[in-house]
């Protein structure tokens, strides 16, 4: 398992410098982000970030995210210019020797949550997401704004998107994903580069939109709409972990077995009545059965990529919500310890 971290380029206040000096780590996960969504990356701009890496010591091998256009997503006859865009993105990461890309295909909104700085037990702040707050919550009326997605689209834009989503059911979204991943997989195949769709965060329609990335029967029909190794995906605990029906060290074991998993993203949720709450994450603090999880990954071997996810906020730390340093430092460590005590339990 190789150690990553996000580092959201030249405008993150967390250095690479910082980053380096965390225990075992291998690669960034960054991203070109001063280009528009459904445009070619300059070349220049990605080496550049793979230079400013391997400057510090670290890898430029995962890329999060190429961002899908939403005219993709909707099968618009303007789709394939996006689509011709997304596969010379893709060869173009090859090139500076990426390895992962991770993605998804998440109807307009990207994770959801409804409050960012939920004071917890300890006095650090996380993420939560309560059903009660989400009911009351209007994406059409302007006043929303969340961390994971973007917030350029003006309320009229809005407005439209729904109104096209209305035609785009499950069915119709799959049919769209297939049509993607059918254009894109054979580029990512020469390309050397392993594609890892993340799951829907939460894994359930959101404000009316559909969603399908959501549980193992989906899962199970993504992965075979292109039966490639290169059409993986990115195991995100947090994520499908937050339906209570999906056994997630029996889906990490299946799809490590198949070679499926390329990117884990690790972290811990409390689920509740109403929702769930980030926490830190040792085990013990959330729902998550982290151990069960690194054990079923240790046990398949998994050489594929990890990061620590959402971390809260400790020690006076304030900036991005869910990606300050301290906290995803201490779940790179927590998670490191976990991997190694298992490995080598293996070995005995
Ligand atoms: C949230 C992230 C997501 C993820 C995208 C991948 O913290 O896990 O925003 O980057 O969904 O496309």
């Given amino acids: 398992m190789k150690m990553t971290f996000r580092w959201y380029g030249e405008n993150d206040s967390i250095s690479l410098e910082k980053i380096r000096q965390i225990p075992n780590m291998y690669s960034v996960v960054t991203a070109v ?13 990605i080496d550049r970030l793979k230079t400013l890496c391997e400057e510090k010591g670290l890898k430029m091998e ?6 899908v256009h939403e005219d993709i997503k909707l099968g618009l006859p303007t789709r394939d210019k996006y689509i011709a865009a997304y596969q010379e993105n893709i060869r173009r990461l090859g090139k500076a020797g990426v390895k992962c890309i991770c993605y998804n ?9 409804t409050q960012l700085d939920k004071v917890g037990f300890d006095g650090s702040n996380s993420l939560v997401y309560y059903a009660d707050q989400i009911a009351k919550m209007n ?25 096209q989503y209305a035609n785009v059911n499950e069915e119709k979204l799959f049919e769209n994903l297939e049509y993607f991943l059918k254009a894109i997989i054979p580029v990512a195949e020469e390309a050397g580069i392993n594609m890892a769709i993340h799951p829907d965060d ?16 989906n899962i ?7 039966d490639s190794p290169n059409n993986g995906l990115t195991f995100c605990v947090g994520s499908l972990g937050a ?13 490590a077995k198949m070679g499926r998993i390329h990117f884990m993203h690790i972290r811990n949720i409390k689920l509740t009545e109403n929702g769930f709450e980030e926490t830190a994450h040792d085990q013990k603090y959330g729902s998550m059965d982290i151990i069960g999880i690194i054990q079923a990954l240790a046990e398949e071997g998994f050489d594929g990529y990890c990061r620590p996810d959402h971390g809260r906020m400790i020690w006076g730390e304030t900036g991005k919500p869910g990606y300050g340093l301290f906290d995803r430092a201490l779940g790179a460590c927590y998670i490191n310890g976990v991997w190694e005590t298992c490995v080598a339990n293996l070995k005995k």
């Fill in 33 to 45: 982000y001063d280009v528009p969504v459904g445009e070619v990356w300059p070349q220049e701009n």
């Fill in 62 to 67: 995962v890329i999060e995210s190429v961002p």
């Fill in 105 to 113: 295909f998440m109807p307009v909104f990207d994770w959801t949550r």
């Fill in 139 to 163: 994406p059409l009326d302007g006043s929303l704004s969340l961390p994971g997605w973007d917030s350029s689209y003006k309320k009229e834009d809005l407005k439209k998107l729904f109104e």
């Fill in 202 to 217: 939460p894994p359930w329609p959101i404000f009316g939109l559909p969603r399908i990335i959501t549980n193992e029967k």
């Fill in 220 to 226: 199970d029909r993504f992965l075979r709409l292109v």
């Fill in 243 to 255: 339906d209570k029906n999906n056994d997630m060290v029996a889906m990490v074991r299946k799809y």
